[in-house]
């Protein structure tokens, strides 16, 4: 039997895009599958794609001639090409041209833009959309949103975050809170960049209604962004408990030490923070938007996107509430276990590359 070729090709590489293509790349080498990464090449430094036994080609994320002509060298020989986000499928369409190599695509998240911007994502939705043999969407909404583009082929195609080795010991989970200063005070987390459709000034909104508990809550954000110098200025302004953390290598020990973890984003599709989260144990506020209902089932509290009184009122009630919080925590194990594991998304994606090349 002739080795199955596939190339991966990523974009920007969001974490939770990042995150699946290494995992199926090491789930496709293990399966006997060839398998070639391209990607910018700051990527490879934090996902250690060459470490799954994949090859990796850095690709900057331009669409320039450089770039187009690096993934057509990429693309020689492949059997199935496989692009993560719509910026990687207009590169990876432009790459391959009138050659006959299936295009498949995963559509991680969405992107919000208004005016002329908004335009021209719609239009790139389109044109990716039909050049690819099939459109794997994270969420119903994605899959939904795909066939109203135009795609021939567009089908669910979930993504499982990897679950940590062995769980996160309490030893982590202790020093990060103890790093904090959060021993005798509750702690909540909030991951993500520090970008508008994020809803970190919803977060702050809310934080202003937890200065009147006694003690007063830490709020902790991980992550980085332009939004970082005005979410400080208000933080000082008005006094609110909120520690800006940046980046952090430690993000799964933080959520492990929360009393709540918080996503307050626009639209999510299958947000990492709400997996990991869920399989932690840790009770979860999350808005009720994109992909996180169908995630989630009835395992968080779900609030109204840029509404932070009730975002504030939930998580003011789950701090009072231990048997709520607990119950939470068994309810997030089981929806958990509901996912599909990485086995089954790789085996999932192995057979639409099967059922591509054999058509």
């Known amino acids: 039997m002739t080795e199955l070729r596939t190339v991966q090709v990523l974009g920007g590489g969001s974490a939770g895009s990042s995150a699946h293509v290494r995992s199926l790349a090491a789930g496709l080498v293990a399966r006997g599958v060839r398998v070639t990464v391209c990607a910018p090449a700051e990527l490879d430094h934090h996902y250690d794609f060459l470490g799954t036994g994949a090859h990796f080609m850095p690709v900057p994320r331009r669409s320039d001639p450089v770039a187009i002509g690096a993934l057509r060298v990429a693309f020689a020989g492949a059997d199935v090409v496989h692009a993560h986000g719509l910026h990687a499928s207009m590169r990876a369409g432009l790459a391959l041209g009138s050659r006959r190599v299936p295009l498949v695509m995963t559509w991680h998240t969405r992107t919000h833009a208004e005016g002329a911007r908004g335009q021209l994502i719609r239009l790139m939705e389109r044109k990716t ?9 994270t969420s119903s909404e994605l899959v939904d ?9 567009a089908r669910l195609g979930p993504v499982s975050i990897p679950a940590p080795p ?5 030893v982590q989970a202790g020093k990060a809170r103890a790093e904090l200063g959060a021993m005798d005070r509750p702690l909540v987390v909030a991951v993500g960049a520090l970008e508008p459709h994020r809803g970190h000034g919803t977060l702050l909104d809310a934080s202003r209604m937890w200065l009147a508990h006694d003690p007063v809550p830490l709020v902790a954000v991980a992550g980085e962004g332009p939004q970082r110098a005005g979410l400080q200025r208000r ?9 800006l953390l940046g980046r952090r290598g430690d993000v799964t020990a933080l959520l492990a030490a929360a009393d709540v973890a918080v996503l307050a984003s626009r639209w999510e599709a299958r947000a990492p923070i709400a997996q990991e989260a869920l399989r932690l144990g840790v009770p979860l506020v999350a808005t009720a938007v994109g992909g996180v209902p169908e995630l989630v089932g009835d395992a968080a509290v779900l609030v109204p996107y ?23 925590a068994a309810a997030g194990r089981a929806q958990a ?12 994606v192995l057979s639409v590359y099967d059922e591509l090349c054999a058509r």
Do not use: C
């Not at 062995?166 to 309490?170: F, W």
């Not at 789950?318 to 919080?325: E, I, K, N, V």
């Not at 276990?337 to 999932?348: F, G, K, R, V, Y």
């Open 129 to 137: 959309a039909r050049a690819a043999a099939v459109v794997l969407g």
């Open 145 to 153: 949103r795909a066939r109203r583009r135009g795609a021939r082929d």
């Open 166 to 170: 062995g769980g996160v010991p309490e």
């Open 235 to 243: 933080i000082d302004t008005e006094g609110l408990p909120v520690r």
């Open 306 to 328: 840029g509404d932070g009184g009730a975002l504030g009122a939930a998580v003011s009630a789950l701090l009072a509430d231990p048997g709520r919080r607990a119950a939470l």
């Open 337 to 348: 276990d509901t996912w599909p594991t990485e086995d089954e998304t790789i085996a999932q």
